[in-house]
């Protein structure tokens, strides 16, 4: 099983739809990212969070230690957003030891 | 601008070649990483290098071959790969690996390798 969980693997929805996407893990953490890679392959860090929520423009970042879940929130979704996203955590008793789920692929239609 | 740059972006080797993918940051960050992003599976950390010492090395096996002549430059070298080791190869930074708030990664573009 692994460490750090996505939903949904794949995800297809209409421009301007809300959208989430899930995270959940089972080990003990420092800091939770969310991270955006471009078909190219090109990564881009999007949050990073220990507690709480983020927001940067669209996008919206939530954890909650306690139940070792975070979610990534697109609102007013558009087809630039299409793009895979990964969770990352940072595990709080191996220096620097990244765990990374397996994405989940966004695609936004016009 | 990444901030962190790498080359080459597509790169095809047969089993008996040797080459080397390179990995330069501008960040002034003091660590760096090599990742390997195979197909529907999650990113693998192989190495860790913090002021230029590598302080992790993720059984990655001995084809594979860091390098780290300073903390701005990172390479990877490559000699007599599998088929197998066609993926895409990630280099990130970061500012360091200690303190009570992490510093989040910086990644490049990776460079594709596919193994003929």
Not at chain 1, 18 to 29: A, K, L, R, W
Not at chain 1, 45 to 51: A, G, N, P, Q
Request: net charge positive; charged share 20%.
């Amino acid at each position: 099983k692994n460490e750090v969980e996505q939903s949904p693997q794949n995800l297809t929805a209409q421009e301007g739809e809300f959208i989430t996407i899930n995270c959940s893990y089972s080990v003990g953490i420092s800091a939770l990212h969310w991270l955006q890679q471009h078909p190219g392959g090109g990564i881009v860090s999007l949050f990073m969070l220990s507690s709480g929520k983020k927001k940067h423009g669209r996008l919206i970042a939530t954890i909650n230690i306690q139940e070792k879940h975070s979610s990534l929130h697109i609102t007013a979704s558009h087809p630039r957003d299409s793009a895979v996203y990964i969770c990352a955590v940072r595990l709080d008793y191996r220096d620097d030891k990244i765990i990374f789920g397996k994405g989940t692929r966004l695609h936004i239609l016009p | 601008e990444t901030g962190v740059t790498q080359t080459p972006r597509h790169l095809v080797m047969g089993m008996t070649n040797k080459k080397s993918l390179k990995c330069e940051q501008h960040l002034g960050h003091n660590a760096m990483y090599w990742y390997k992003q195979s197909a529907k599976k999650p990113l693998e950390l192989m190495f860790v290098y913090s002021l230029e010492e590598r302080v992790e090395n993720n059984s990655v096996p001995s084809r594979f071959s860091p390098e780290c002549p300073n903390s701005s430059h990172l390479f990877l070298h490559l000699h007599t790969l599998q088929p197998e080791d066609s993926a895409l190869y990630l280099c990130a930074s970061s500012q360091d690996l200690t303190g009570p708030i992490n510093s989040p990664l910086h990644f490049g573009n990776g460079t594709r390798l596919t193994v003929t």
